[in-house]
């Protein structure tokens, strides 16, 4: 079959690019995890010893809080702009995704102008109480920096099913005398809840991973993606580096693999 | 959702907390523009405004902006010749061959950055000519950004009624990679050209493997920037960033108009 050999010579660049410097290094990151002293120790270490077990939970509740918090703010932001028409909308908007192609290290940067030594909060709350506040170094600051990068991917793909929302819905609960919270609860959530629960995956993942804003603000929270990259280069220890690696791999995946929907298709693609 | 005459507290809050939130996304960049922009930041806009920073900018990094504007060309082209052809197959085939194809794609979504860069720096770093090139670099983005480019391919292929015109043209006999050719990629171009904006876009900002994968002689733009955040004042690396930001924000602006235009074509 002639097309059988089209197929394959469509594939052929991802295959052989896919498996040497995709799977090749994957098998290596294994081998090296398992080839240490200690052997698959090096994963059970992950968990009794306090400094990856410490770094593992706050990545873990870092991850989980930005979620919850960008999807509540979102979905809040999202229905206020849905159906609304003004003046300078799709600016608006463009703005409002601007972040998406912000590194990390930039927006620890503009936490730092927020929030740093020099900062705009810190010159405010000097005028008005003597002393500056500082959090861009602290775990708040972490925190509003993922804050900043979840926020833009995650409204957007919480707008498009806000619009695809029908309205008339909304007014007949009104008219039946639900409150907005009750129309929330029963009318708006239910039908929100693929673009949330796809959208929520992306950006737990996105955090998990994320290293450029924990390295730039180097705050004392060790997240497991610095961790990685510490143990690697200043304590030269490859077989944790790569049994870290190969543990914060699996955990982003899972979460990935639960929003393995139609509806993730649309959140991933910008 | 549309007119509504009689207040609620909601939408009020709703207003509020929106605000707030476009404050809180776009005062950082306007904070890091006046302060590439101004003489003295400590001392406010009120000590004048100067481009002397940028000029600095330029003197000490403009091998960083080169080297990453030719990075994210040649990762582009990479994501292009993979990309492009390996997305039409499993759309073509589907089932299981569209699983495991998108299974291999999103792999590099899930695994983060720094393990995806020290699984390629454990298997090549003994091949000191290849580690220490730019290609080291080019190759991590094209692992990065392929998801995105195939993606976008992918999504555009199963809009458009691909094998009706795919069948009119094998009638007179057309082959396959006629068809390819002069059938299928100019009807998927603007999910190819969406697909081009995202790679250029993400690899001009990627910073999370390019760190790890970096030499001092192979330093691309966000590694730059995470240099002069860590030991340039305040204003220099504001300046970089306001490059940064001249740079993206052009691409990025045509990514997003250019996405409701076809949005606009094809799905109404």
Redesign the interface.
Known sequence: M??IR??I???L??AI??LA??V???V??SL?AAQGDRGIGAFVAILTNARYRDSLIATLLLAVVTTFTTLV?AT??A??????RFFGR?L???????????????V???????GGR?G?VGAISRTLTGSPTVFAYSIVGLFLGYF?FS??RVLLTVLAAAEKLD?AL?EAGRSLGAG?LAIQRDIVLPALFPALYAGGALCF?TA?????TA??LATVVDV??ML??TE??LATN?TM??AL??A??LI??AA?ALARTEAF?DA??? | MLLRSDFRWSTAAGVLVTALLVLFLVLPMTLSISAGLSVNYARGLGAGLTLRWVGEVWVLYADTMVRSLLVAVATLAGTLVIGVPASYAPVRRGGQLSRIVEEIVSLPVAIPGPALALGLIITYGGYGAFRQSTVFIIVGHVLFTLPFMMRSVIAMLETIDWRTSDDSAASPGAGVWRRFFDVVLPNIRPGVLAGALAVVTLSIGEFNLSWMLHTPMTKTLPVGLADAYASMRLELASAYTLVFLLLIVPILLTLQFGANFSERRFTS
Do not use: E
């Open positions: 002639r097309t089209f197929d010579l469509l594939l660049p991802l690019f896919t410097f995709l090749l290094p994957l290596h990151l090296t703010v809040i932001a229905q206020t702009i849905a159906n609304r799709q608006f908007l463009s703005f409002m995704a601007l972040p998406l192609a912000f590194p990390g290290v930039v620890a940067f503009f936490i730092i102008l927020l020099l705009l900043y926020v833009p309205p909304v907005p993942a998990m991973g994320a290293f450029g390295f730039t497991m993606p990685i990259y690697f280069t490859a580096a790569a690696s190969i914060l791999g982003t995946r990935l298709r991933a693609a910008i």
